[in-house]
């Protein structure tokens, strides 16, 4: 994940930094795992881990627990991940972003117009599928331990309302600085700008980007619906969120403390949607009254199509074409 193949030099000292917070907040008996969240303290994945820790507390007489730290106080999701293959953290909740480079099997999930819903989505993750992919991370030091929703993401720009692919054409849009979204919106015709979340409103503002894409609370709480007034329900990528394990951790942890961890991380998942459910509904209210323009897409199928060459730029493996097979076979129940 370092430039060189390795752990930076940086990011060892940060581990070390990590590993005194470890010792501080009662690592050293084994008691308390330490976890990091880039989001706020009162966003559902970080209210989701608490849940998981309270669990751990009530089914082990405190004997296993969790601190965490959210807002990004021990560094960027990037960083953090490095620390966590190190073991110099021992939980992290990631984005698949910075899982793809490492792993080929995470980028199935970030597919664009792979799931056809929420429900879709949730339905094949919690199945075999799910597992297959948290799996195949345990070969580079991490144990995924469950997936958390994050929505799914939509266009919106300063311009125009989005209907069909031509409507994206020259639009300059900032994206994660992901190759998989790059390619995405550039096969939609628009011109893709990376640049971190922070960046956007005033990007917006200054006319350095069109438009972004993102869910209904990150549209609502970055402030972008201000200046981006236009809406469209593309729902292009509905992505899940990660938490997974240091490896180096786990492997300290006896078969039946393994799992707990497992079965209170699994548990903590309907609780997390729970919270995401009405965070959604409270944004999308909170935009629909400040006057936001909302639309439909008139031809799915269409921005569907445009999305072929970058499949076959990603999925390249049989395991792969099997996963997706298989989540494309589990829309039928839509």
């Known amino acids: 994940m370092s ?3 390795g752990i930076s030099r940086r990011n060892v000292l940060i581990a070390g930094a990590a590993a005194g917070a ?12 330490l976890s990091s969240d880039t989001h706020p303290a009162d966003y559902p994945t970080v209210q989701a881990v608490d849940e998981m820790a309270r669990l751990l507390r009530e089914r082990t007489n405190g004997r296993l627990d969790v601190k965490t730290y959210a807002g990004g106080q021990l560094g960027s999701e990037r960083d953090t991940l490095e620390i966590t293959v190190f073991g110099g953290l021992d939980m992290n909740r990631v984005n698949l972003a910075p899982l793809n480079s490492i792993e080929p099997m995470t980028t199935i999930p970030a597919l664009p117009f792979l799931f056809r819903s929420n429900n879709h989505m949730r339905r094949a993750l919690d199945s075999a599928v799910g597992d297959e992919i948290l799996e195949s991370l345990t070969r580079h030091g991490l144990i995924g331990l469950c997936f958390y929703d994050s929505g799914d993401r939509n266009f919106y720009n300063t311009k125009r309302p989005i209907y069909t692919p031509a409507d994206m054409k020259g639009l300059k849009i900032r994206v994660p600085n992901s190759d998989l979204y790059i390619a ?4 939609l015709g628009a011109d893709a700008t990376p640049m971190s979340i922070s960046e956007v409103y005033q990007s917006l503002v200054q006319g350095v980007i069109d438009g972004a894409e993102n869910n209904w609370p990150s549209y609502e709480s970055g402030r972008h619906f201000e200046v981006a007034t236009y809406y469209s329900l593309t729902q292009h990528v509905i992505a899940p969120e990660v938490l997974v394990m240091s490896r180096r951790r786990w492997d300290k942890l006896t078969p039946e403390d393994q799992a707990e961890v497992r079965k209170a991380a699994r548990e903590s998942v309907p609780f997390m949607r729970t919270l995401w459910d009405r965070r959604v509904d409270a944004a999308r209210s909170k935009l629909l009254a400040a006057g936001v323009k909302v639309n439909e897409i008139t031809d799915p199928a269409a921005f569907a199509a445009a999305m072929r060459p970058v499949w076959d730029r990603y999925i ?3 395991d792969q074409r099997r996963i997706v097979q298989q989540i494309e076979d ?5």
């Open 3 to 5: 430039d060189g193949g």
């Open 22 to 33: 470890l010792s501080a907040c009662g690592r050293a008996d084994g008691r308390a795992f």
């Open 184 to 187: 995405m919106v550039k096969a």
């Open 316 to 318: 390249v493996t049989d």
């Open 330 to 334: 589990m829309a039928e129940a839509e």
